[in-house]
């Protein structure tokens, strides 16, 4: 019998999903801003750092994601990756320059942008062991709750970043970080929260790159989520310009943007998780990119901001789908690693980064932001079309076999 730990874990993974949505809705949105409008970056030199950044942190996520499964206590790698994460975003902070920007971002955040997927995977792998009936409940709920940080970070990020100084956002971030390293201490603490999960042992005579085989579909899926994803990037890196410059909005605007969209996704997730026991997650994800490119292109030809807002509805019912139904997708990837499945979710996001990254650099080189937002709408729906396609067999209702497992 799994003995009863001494801490309420719940309530403290709870407080670190919390957190961690605090890193991301802290600074994702003003990313673009602090890098080219307030520090002078050229949008060229910006998104080469960051994607040497996502080049560097596919690396790093699937090292740790095999690491993961090998090692006795996943909880250490989650405690590194958060203390990168206040060494990353504190060094922005106290040292607002091209040059810190340049390291945190290149150099340090890869480290901490796995914090994230390893969360996840200790999340999964603990209540496989003590809850296993609700161990997929338990990470929708907990996905659920960074959602809540989105919901409440934003505006507040962009009344700060307004009234005070838009590098405030980064202290929120590196405080929020040093939250999490002090959870996953404190667990460390108590000897009952280290779970593992045994790996399948390889077949003999197999390389070990053999590991990382994937079926085809699942592969056109991986693709096809990359390819979404980088079409979200486009829009979180190109949006806040484009509100500031086209639309005449204010860095509080930007943050409400965020919140609302944030607001919409919570219920929505609800939704989604209802839609899993009848629908194909393949099918859900498929929808959700054509969702985002009809909001992205009509966001491209809006004028004002009364009418952005109104937009954001399918904006956060996109998002929701590629925010949480890609979990629970991409962990049963590699079947018996959850770790290393996990880590896909990194490697998405990074892949993602360092496409949109490239993009938005070659897209709005003449600082035209909606065309940026045109190519994007077109992104999304050619990876909608390679997670169709690559998946066709699987498209539609859920069959009784898979309902069953």
């Given at each position: 019998m799994t003995a009863r730990p001494r801490?309420?874990?719940t309530a403290l993974l709870g407080t670190n999903m919390f957190f961690s949505g605090v890193t991301y809705a802290a600074t994702m949105p003003y990313a673009s801003l602090v890098g080219v409008d307030t520090l002078g970056m050229s949008p060229g030199w910006f998104a080469s750092v960051m994607s040497v950044g996502a080049v560097l942190g596919t690396f790093v996520s699937l090292g740790l994601g095999y690491l993961s499964?090998?090692?006795?206590?996943?909880?250490l790698l989650v405690l590194i990756t958060a203390l990168a994460g206040v060494v990353g975003h504190g060094m922005i902070y106290l040292w607002p320059t091209q040059l810190s920007f340049m390291i945190a971002m290149a150099v340090v955040m890869p480290l901490a942008g796995a914090c994230y997927g390893q969360c996840f995977a200790y999340v999964r792998v603990y209540y496989v062991r003590h809850m296993p009936a609700r161990a997929d409940f338990m990470v929708t709920a907990l996905r659920t709750v960074?959602?809540?940080?989105?919901?409440?970070?934003?505006?507040?990020?962009?009344?700060?970043?307004a009234q005070f100084s838009i590098f405030n956002v980064f202290l929120m971030s590196s405080l929020s970080y040093a939250v999490m390293g002090g959870i996953f201490a404190?667990?460390?603490?108590?000897?009952?929260?280290?779970?593992?999960?045994?790996a399948p042992a390889r077949a003999e005579g197999a390389s070990l790159l053999s590991t990382f085989a994937l079926p085809l579909g699942t592969l056109a899926g991986l693709l096809g989520l990359i390819v979404m994803t980088a079409a979200m990037r486009i829009l979180t890196f190109t949006v806040s310009l484009f509100i500031?410059?086209?639309?005449?909005?204010?860095l509080t605007d930007v943050g409400f943007y965020a919140g609302i969209t944030a607001a919409v996704e919570a219920p929505c997730m609800l939704l989604l998780?209802?839609?899993?026991?009848?629908?194909?997650?393949?099918?859900?994800?498929?929808?959700?990119?054509?969702?985002?490119?009809?909001?992205i292109g009509l966001a491209s030809i809006l004028t004002s901001m009364t009418a952005l807002y109104w937009l954001l509805i399918l904006n956060g019912l996109g998002t929701a789908a590629l925010?949480?139904?890609?979990?629970?997708?991409?962990?049963?990837?590699?079947?018996?690693?959850?770790?290393?499945s996990t880590s896909l979710m990194d490697v998405v996001a990074i892949a993602a980064n360092l496409l949109g990254a490239t993009a938005f650099g070659l897209l709005t080189s003449g600082g035209?932001?909606?065309f940026a937002l045109m190519v994007a709408a077109g992104v999304s729906v050619a990876g909608a079309a390679i997670m169709a396609f690559g998946n066709l067999s699987r498209l539609g209702e859920l069959r009784q076999v898979e309902q069953a497992g």
């Open positions: 801490l309420p874990v499964d090998k090692l006795p206590d996943r909880r960074f959602t809540l940080a989105w919901i409440i970070v934003p505006p507040v990020a962009g009344w700060v970043a404190l667990l460390i603490s108590d000897k009952t929260t280290a779970v593992q999960m045994p500031v410059t086209d639309l005449g909005g204010t998780a209802y839609l899993t026991t009848k629908l194909s997650k393949e099918t859900l994800l498929a929808s959700a990119g054509i969702v985002m490119a009809v909001f925010m949480s139904v890609n979990i629970p997708y991409l962990q049963d990837a590699i079947k018996g690693r959850v770790g290393l035209n932001y909606r």
